[in-house]
């Protein structure tokens, strides 16, 4: 499936909501040879652990790349794609910029912008992190703020906005 321009579908939605099997159930239902982007920098053992129960739940099928910043760069174009996901990717620019909200948030609107104008699906996931409890410290509210304001903007880049409660997708915007 593809358009003219990138049509973005935005999963978000709480630790465990079931974001990522609900995003890799409709992308294989658009496509018989999906692609899998993780942006995750595997940090230590028990989150390898997590990279690899989420790699055990894709088979033969899937296109699979690793990459931290530079999604628009693989070869994705008029792809049914998954773009997993936001908040690891903004770790990714926020680190890079050392905590500084404006430019990890320019760095990662490029990233949307340049998917929005390529032809594809893509399907990007994303966490509701200021749902939970307010952040102890300062760079943990500097982070909530900055997934906030990167989650409102690809969701009205989006043309489907689903919010994953429980395992149930409610649809919160459709195009």
């Known amino acids: 499936m593809s358009t003219d321009n990138g049509d973005i579908i935005f999963i978000t939605g709480g ?98 912008n340049a998917l929005h104008k390529m032809p594809g699906t893509f399907i990007i996931i994303s966490n509701e992190i200021g749902m939970g409890v307010h952040a102890e410290s300062e760079i943990g509210r500097k982070f909530t703020d900055l997934q906030g304001w990167a989650n409102q903007y690809t969701a009205a880049k989006a043309s489907k906005v689903i919010l994953m409660v429980s395992g149930i997708p409610v649809n919160i915007k459709e195009k």
């Open 15 to 112: 630790a465990r909501s079931g974001k990522s099997s609900y995003a890799q159930q409709l992308a294989l239902s658009l496509s018989s040879n999906p692609v899998y982007v993780a942006t995750a920098k595997v940090w230590d053992d028990d989150f390898e652990k997590r990279v690899q129960r989420h790699k055990n739940d894709r088979d033969e099928r899937w296109i699979n790349y690793e990459e931290q910043r530079n999604v628009c760069q693989l070869p994705i174009e008029n792809k049914v794609c998954i773009i997993d996901c936001v908040t690891l990717w903004l770790t990714n620019f926020f680190i890079d910029t050392k905590n500084d909200i404006d430019a990890a948030l320019v760095l990662f609107k490029t990233q949307i």
